[in-house]
């Protein structure tokens, strides 16, 4: 049941648009933000007119987000950020960490990350982020009360193990569409 939950919030993301090694002082809920090579940053509960300050004006797309130049793409909930995507357009203009952005390995990713995430398939790695108790959860555990309380953080490779897309959404976002 918990697989298939969990499963489902990944299908949903993708057709919308744990960590045993994490290294913990490296990526904290603070990393549920994107910076640009001038060090803006635009984060998850941020509102529209920060984000629109930071990217520029943005067009009505698909699923409620708003598109950006430049491979941005940002779902709001009242008017403020509950979804980042990054796609191919964005390589070499934002990044989620220093090291972590579009165009970047796998290997990469598990190494900041770490190596024990959820994942669907070879292409997608998903790591779950509890926001009351702060941390990353494991595929072993139950999926509690609070799952809308969790961050998706989801990693989205190409045919060469490199990413494609990097999403960061609420799973109220994701699952419930608002």
Same mark, same amino acid.
């Given at each position: 049941m918990k697989k298939l939950v969990l499963a489902i919030i990944v299908i949903v993301f993708l057709a919308g648009c744990s960590l045993g090694n994490t290294k913990?002082?490296?990526i904290e809920f603070s990393t549920a933000c994107i910076s640009n090579n001038k060090k803006e940053t635009v984060c998850y509960g941020d509102n529209r007119v920060k984000a629109e300050e930071v990217f520029g004006k943005g067009e009505k797309g698909e699923h409620g987000e708003f598109n950006y130049k430049n491979g941005v793409?940002? &779902?709001y909930r009242d008017d403020l950020v509950a979804r980042i995507r990054l796609d191919k357009d964005s390589e070499g203009k934002y990044s989620i960490t220093? @090291?972590?952005k579009v165009g970047v390995l796998q290997g990469k990713v598990n190494e900041?990350? &770490? @190596?024990?995430?959820i994942?669907?398939?070879?292409?997608?790695d998903s790591?779950?982020? @509890?926001?009351?108790?702060?941390?990353f959860i494991t595929e072993d555990e139950e999926v509690p009360?609070?799952?809308?309380d969790y961050m998706g953080y989801f990693f989205i490779y190409d045919e060469n193990g490199y990413v494609s897309e990097i999403a960061i959404t609420d799973?109220?976002?994701?699952?419930?569409g608002k």
């Amino acid at each position: 049941m918990k697989k298939l939950v969990l499963a489902i919030i990944v299908i949903v993301f993708l057709a919308g648009c744990s960590l045993g090694n994490t290294k913990e002082k490296e990526i904290e809920f603070s990393t549920a933000c994107i910076s640009n090579n001038k060090k803006e940053t635009v984060c998850y509960g941020d509102n529209r007119v920060k984000a629109e300050e930071v990217f520029g004006k943005g067009e009505k797309g698909e699923h409620g987000e708003f598109n950006y130049k430049n491979g941005v793409k940002i &779902g709001y909930r009242d008017d403020l950020v509950a979804r980042i995507r990054l796609d191919k357009d964005s390589e070499g203009k934002y990044s989620i960490t220093p @090291d972590i952005k579009v165009g970047v390995l796998q290997g990469k990713v598990n190494e900041v990350f &770490g @190596d024990v995430f959820i994942s669907t398939s070879e292409q997608v790695d998903s790591y779950y982020y @509890d926001t009351i108790k702060k941390e990353f959860i494991t595929e072993d555990e139950e999926v509690p009360e609070n799952w809308l309380d969790y961050m998706g953080y989801f990693f989205i490779y190409d045919e060469n193990g490199y990413v494609s897309e990097i999403a960061i959404t609420d799973v109220q976002l994701s699952m419930l569409g608002k």
